[in-house]
C-alpha cells in the first residue's frame, strides 16, 4: 500500500518512475553523440585547425602561395588578426608543402641582421629553431624538410628534418633594434634574404617570391561555430594519420569527416556541430582562466605554455603514457608555433589578471612597473590582446610598448612604468598602451635573448596594478 500511494504523489507531482521513462531516440542518441565528439575533436584538432585558419587566410586574403613567403613589411598592426602577434618584430612566414618532394628553407648568416625561427609540422609540433638560438647557430644555413616516409638520399649539408606530415610553417622573426625608419627596413632586407625552394632545384634554386601582407585584413582567429570542422576535414583530407592519433577515425566519423569523403553536414548535424564547439570553446576559456603554474610564487604571470604540453611537444609527442591533449588545446587558443629550444631566442609570459587577482577590465587604467636591468640580449615588450580573441584589440592603432619603443620614459632608477587604460594618464602618452573600454584585455610580457636572472628568479616582473576606473 505505502509503495502504491507513493506511486500515485510521483504521478500526481508529475514525475514518472525510472521505469516509465523513455529511451532517448535515435535522433536524440545522434545528436548527442556528435555534441559530445565534436567538443573532443575541437579540442585535439586545436593546432591543426589553428594552422589551417593561417593557411587559409593567406591563400585568400593575399596573392602569397605554399612555398613562398608571407611577410610584413612593418611591425604588425590590428589588422593582424593572428592570435597574439608580436608588434614589436619584422614577420615572415613559409606555408611550406613536401608532397611533391622535399623543400628547403635557407636562413641567411646573422651578419647585417638575425632570425629567430621555427619551424613546425601541420599540429605544430616543432621540427627545429633557426638562427642564432636555432640548429644553425647564426652561421646561417639550409633546414631540408623531408616528406612522411621518405626514404631518398639527403645531401651533406643541409640540417635535415623528418616531418611526420606534408605541410607546416616556418614562423621567421627578424629582429628588430628599433621602431626608426632605418632599421624597420634593415630588419626587413635582411628578412628578404630567406630562400625557399624544392631541394630538386637546389642546384640553382630560382628567386624566392615575397608577398607583402602589411595593412590587409589577415583573420585567422579561432571560429567556435560548425566551420571549425570545415578546416579540420581540410587536413584530415590533406594529411596522413598520425599513429598517436587513430583513435580519433572513429571518432570523425561520427561528426562527417572521413578521410576521401565529402564533409557536407545537414543542418541538424551542423546545430549539433556548433553546440559542441561553443562547449569546447568554456572548456578551454574555464582552463585558461584557471591559471598556469605561474614563474614566481605570488605573482600572477606565467609561462605562455602548460609545462606538460612543452614537455611532451619538444620530445615529439615520444612518451607512450603521456599526450596532453588538454594542455595542447588550451595553449593553441592563445597562440602559434612551436619552440624546440624554449627559452634561447625568446621567453613569454602572459597575464589576465592584476594584482587583486580581477581580470583586466578595458574602462580602466593600470600600471606595470618593469625593473631595471631587464635580462635580455636583445628587447623585452609587453602586448595588449583582446582576452575574448586573443588577438590584437580591433581598430586600436598601438598595442605594446617595448624597451625599443621611441621616447619611452625611464624612471630615475631605470625602471620603467607602463600605464594600459582608455587613455593615457597626464604626462604618460609615451608610456601608455590603449585598452578598448568596451571589453576586457590580457598581456604578454615578450623577452628577446631572455638572461639567467630571469630563470634564476633573481630578477621578477611584478604583477599588475590597477590605478583607477576610467
Given at each position: 500500500?505505502v509503495?502504491?500511494?507513493?506511486?500515485?504523489?510521483?504521478?500526481?507531482?508529475?514525475?514518472?518512475?525510472?521505469?516509465?521513462?523513455?529511451?532517448?531516440?535515435?535522433?536524440?542518441?545522434?545528436?548527442?553523440?556528435?555534441?559530445?565528439?565534436a567538443?573532443e575533436?575541437?579540442?585535439?584538432?586545436m593546432?591543426?585547425v589553428?594552422?589551417?585558419?593561417?593557411?587559409?587566410?593567406m591563400?585568400?586574403?593575399?596573392k602569397?602561395k605554399?612555398?613562398?613567403?608571407?611577410?610584413?613589411?612593418?611591425?604588425v598592426?590590428?589588422?593582424?588578426?593572428?592570435l597574439?602577434?608580436?608588434?614589436?618584430?619584422?614577420y615572415?612566414?613559409?606555408?611550406?608543402?613536401?608532397?611533391?618532394?622535399?623543400v628547403?628553407i635557407?636562413?641567411?648568416?646573422a651578419?647585417?641582421?638575425?632570425?629567430a625561427?621555427?619551424?613546425?609540422?601541420?599540429?605544430?609540433?616543432?621540427?627545429?629553431?633557426?638562427?642564432?638560438?636555432?640548429?644553425?647557430?647564426g652561421?646561417?644555413?639550409?633546414?631540408l624538410?623531408?616528406?612522411?616516409?621518405?626514404?631518398?638520399?639527403?645531401?651533406a649539408?643541409?640540417?635535415?628534418l623528418?616531418?611526420?606530415?606534408?605541410?607546416?610553417?616556418?614562423?621567421?622573426?627578424?629582429?628588430?633594434?628599433?621602431?626608426?625608419?632605418?632599421?624597420?627596413?634593415?630588419s626587413?632586407?635582411?628578412?628578404?634574404?630567406?630562400?625557399?625552394?624544392?631541394?630538386?632545384r637546389a642546384?640553382d634554386?630560382?628567386p624566392?617570391?615575397?608577398?607583402?601582407?602589411?595593412?590587409?585584413?589577415?583573420?585567422?582567429?579561432?571560429?567556435?561555430?560548425?566551420?571549425?570542422?570545415?578546416n579540420?576535414?581540410?587536413?584530415?583530407?590533406?594529411?596522413?594519420?598520425?599513429?598517436?592519433?587513430?583513435?580519433?577515425?572513429?571518432?570523425l566519423?561520427?561528426?562527417?569527416?572521413?578521410?576521401?569523403?565529402?564533409?557536407?553536414?545537414?543542418?541538424?548535424?551542423?546545430?549539433?556541430?556548433?553546440?559542441?564547439?561553443?562547449?569546447a570553446?568554456?572548456?578551454?576559456?574555464?582552463?585558461?582562466?584557471?591559471g598556469?603554474?605561474?614563474?614566481?610564487?605570488g605573482?600572477?604571470?606565467?609561462?605562455?605554455?602548460?609545462?606538460?604540453?612543452?614537455?611532451?611537444?619538444q620530445?615529439g609527442y615520444?612518451d607512450?603514457?603521456?599526450?596532453?591533449?588538454?594542455?595542447?588545446?588550451?595553449t593553441?587558443?592563445?597562440?602559434?608555433?612551436?619552440?624546440?629550444?624554449?627559452?634561447?631566442?625568446?621567453?613569454?609570459?602572459?597575464?589576465?589578471?592584476?594584482?587583486?587577482?580581477?581580470?583586466?577590465?578595458?574602462?580602466?587604467?593600470?600600471?606595470?612597473?618593469?625593473?631595471a636591468?631587464?635580462p635580455?640580449r636583445?628587447y623585452?615588450?609587453?602586448?595588449v590582446?583582446?582576452?575574448?580573441?586573443?588577438?590584437?584589440?580591433?581598430?586600436?592603432?598601438?598595442?605594446?610598448?617595448?624597451?625599443?619603443?621611441?621616447?619611452?620614459?625611464?624612471n630615475?632608477?631605470?625602471?620603467?612604468?607602463?600605464?594600459?587604460?582608455?587613455?593615457?594618464?597626464?604626462?604618460q602618452?609615451?608610456?601608455?598602451v590603449?585598452?578598448?573600454?568596451?571589453g576586457?584585455?590580457e598581456?604578454l610580457?615578450?623577452?628577446?635573448?631572455p638572461?639567467?636572472?630571469?630563470?634564476?628568479?633573481?630578477?621578477?616582473?611584478?604583477?599588475?596594478?590597477k590605478?583607477?576606473?576610467?
Amino acid at each position: 500500500m505505502v509503495r502504491i500511494a507513493l506511486l500515485g504523489l510521483m504521478l500526481l507531482a508529475g514525475a514518472a518512475p525510472a521505469s516509465a521513462q523513455q529511451d532517448p531516440t535515435p535522433q536524440e542518441l545522434h545528436r548527442r553523440a556528435v555534441e559530445r565528439r565534436a567538443v573532443e575533436a575541437v579540442i585535439w584538432g586545436m593546432p591543426a585547425v589553428n594552422a589551417d585558419l593561417m593557411l587559409q587566410a593567406m591563400l585568400s586574403s593575399t596573392k602569397a602561395k605554399v612555398n613562398e613567403i608571407v611577410y610584413w613589411s612593418r611591425p604588425v598592426n590590428w589588422k593582424n588578426q593572428t592570435l597574439t602577434p608580436n608588434p614589436d618584430s619584422i614577420y615572415l612566414m613559409s606555408f611550406w608543402n613536401v608532397k611533391d618532394g622535399p623543400v628547403v628553407i635557407e636562413i641567411p648568416p646573422a651578419r647585417g641582421g638575425s632570425i629567430a625561427g621555427n619551424i613546425v609540422d601541420a599540429w605544430q609540433m616543432p621540427l627545429e629553431d633557426a638562427g642564432p638560438a636555432g640548429a644553425d647557430h647564426g652561421k646561417g644555413g639550409k633546414y631540408l624538410i623531408l616528406p612522411p616516409g621518405y626514404e631518398g638520399k639527403t645531401p651533406a649539408g643541409y640540417i635535415v628534418l623528418h616531418s611526420g606530415t606534408y605541410s607546416g610553417f616556418a614562423l621567421l622573426r627578424s629582429n628588430l633594434a628599433s621602431h626608426a625608419n632605418a632599421d624597420i627596413e634593415r630588419s626587413v632586407a635582411y628578412g628578404r634574404q630567406i630562400r625557399v625552394y624544392p631541394l630538386s632545384r637546389a642546384a640553382d634554386p630560382p628567386p624566392t617570391p615575397f608577398t607583402d601582407a602589411y595593412d590587409i585584413l589577415f583573420d585567422s582567429t579561432i571560429r567556435y561555430d560548425a566551420s571549425f570542422f570545415g578546416n579540420l576535414d581540410h587536413v584530415v583530407q590533406t594529411e596522413p594519420w598520425l599513429d598517436r592519433d587513430r583513435v580519433m577515425i572513429d571518432q570523425l566519423r561520427t561528426l562527417g569527416i572521413e578521410k576521401g569523403k565529402p564533409f557536407n553536414p545537414d543542418q541538424e548535424t551542423r546545430n549539433a556541430l556548433d553546440a559542441g564547439a561553443k562547449e569546447a570553446r568554456t572548456f578551454l576559456a574555464e582552463r585558461y582562466d584557471q591559471g598556469f603554474p605561474v614563474i614566481n610564487e605570488g605573482i600572477r604571470w606565467f609561462p605562455a605554455a602548460l609545462p606538460e604540453m612543452v614537455q611532451a611537444a619538444q620530445g615529439g609527442y615520444a612518451d607512450p603514457n603521456s599526450y596532453p591533449v588538454d594542455a595542447r588545446g588550451v595553449t593553441y587558443t592563445l597562440g602559434f608555433t612551436g619552440i624546440k629550444r624554449l627559452g634561447t631566442a625568446q621567453f613569454y609570459l602572459m597575464a589576465n589578471k592584476d594584482k587583486a587577482g580581477d581580470a583586466f577590465d578595458g574602462g580602466a587604467t593600470y600600471r606595470l612597473t618593469v625593473p631595471a636591468k631587464a635580462p635580455v640580449r636583445q628587447y623585452w615588450s609587453v602586448t595588449v590582446y583582446d582576452r575574448q580573441t586573443h588577438a590584437l584589440v580591433r581598430n586600436v592603432d598601438r598595442a605594446s610598448l617595448a624597451s625599443i619603443s621611441p621616447g619611452t620614459h625611464l624612471n630615475g632608477d631605470g625602471s620603467v612604468d607602463v600605464f594600459f587604460g582608455p587613455k593615457a594618464p597626464a604626462g604618460q602618452e609615451a608610456n601608455w598602451v590603449p585598452t578598448d573600454p568596451k571589453g576586457s584585455f590580457e598581456l604578454l610580457f615578450r623577452l628577446y635573448g631572455p638572461e639567467k636572472p630571469l630563470f634564476d628568479k633573481s630578477w621578477k616582473l611584478p604583477d599588475v596594478e590597477k590605478v583607477t576606473k576610467d
